[in-house]
C-alpha cells in the first residue's frame, strides 16, 4: 500500500533527522534531512483531511499542532542552509508549536472527559489553544530570534489554561461524573 510506505516515511524520516541532527547539526545533509522529514510529515498530514475538523475544535487543535512539526522540520534545515532565523525559531516550533499545542489539546480532551463535561471546548478554551498554537509559537520568529517574550506568552497562556482545566469543575453545579471512554 502507498498509504503504508507514505506513514512509515513519515514517522522514519523525522526519527532519522533528529538522530541526524543531534550528531551533526551543521552538515548539508542533515540540513536536507531536515527538509525532507518535514515534507514527510507534511505529505502524511495531507491525507488526514483536517479541513473536515474545523467543527470540532479539539480535533483541529491536535492537526495544527502537528502541523508544526512540519513548520520546525522545514525551518531546521533552512536554517542550517540558508541562515535566515537563528535555531531557536525552528526549535520553539517544535517545542511550544508541537509539544506545547499538542500537550493542551490532549489535557483538555482528557480533563473534560474525566470530569464528565462535554468534550466540545468553549470560546476560552479555543481562544487558549489557538492563541498558543500560533501566536506565542511564531513570536521567536518575528522577533528575530529574541525567544524570552514568547516564553512569558507560553507559559502564560499555560499557566491560564490549566487554571481553567483545574477550576472549571470545582464551580457550582458542575458535574463532575466520569464518563465512560473518557
Do not use: K
Amino acid at each position: 500500500h502507498p498509504e503504508g510506505r507514505l506513514d512509515h516515511a513519515g514517522l522514519g524520516m523525522p526519527m532519522l533527522a533528529l538522530f541526524a541532527w543531534t550528531v551533526a547539526p551543521e552538515v548539508v545533509v542533515t540540513a536536507w534531512s531536515t527538509i525532507i522529514a518535514g515534507s514527510a510529515i507534511g505529505l502524511r498530514m495531507s491525507r488526514w483531511q483536517g479541513h473536515r475538523t474545523t467543527r470540532e475544535p479539539l480535533l483541529l487543535i491536535l492537526h495544527v499542532g502537528y502541523g508544526w512539526l512540519v513548520i520546525g522540520f522545514v525551518l531546521l534545515g533552512f536554517n542550517e542552509l540558508l541562515g535566515v532565523l537563528p535555531t531557536t525559531a525552528a526549535l520553539h516550533a517544535l517545542t511550544v508549536g508541537a509539544i506545547g499545542t499538542m500537550t493542551l489539546a490532549v489535557m483538555t480532551r482528557a480533563s473534560l472527559g474525566h470530569t464528565g463535561r462535554p468534550f466540545g471546548a468553549g470560546w476560552g478554551t479555543q481562544a487558549l489553544c489557538l492563541g498558543d498554537a500560533g501566536g506565542s509559537s511564531a513570536l521567536p520568529v518575528t522577533a528575530h530570534g529574541r525567544a524570552d517574550d514568547a516564553h512569558v506568552v507560553g507559559r502564560r497562556r499555560f499557566m491560564v489554561c490549566c487554571l481553567r482545566l483545574v477550576c472549571d469543575p470545582l464551580r457550582p453545579g458542575a458535574d463532575t461524573t466520569p464518563r465512560d471512554g473518557a
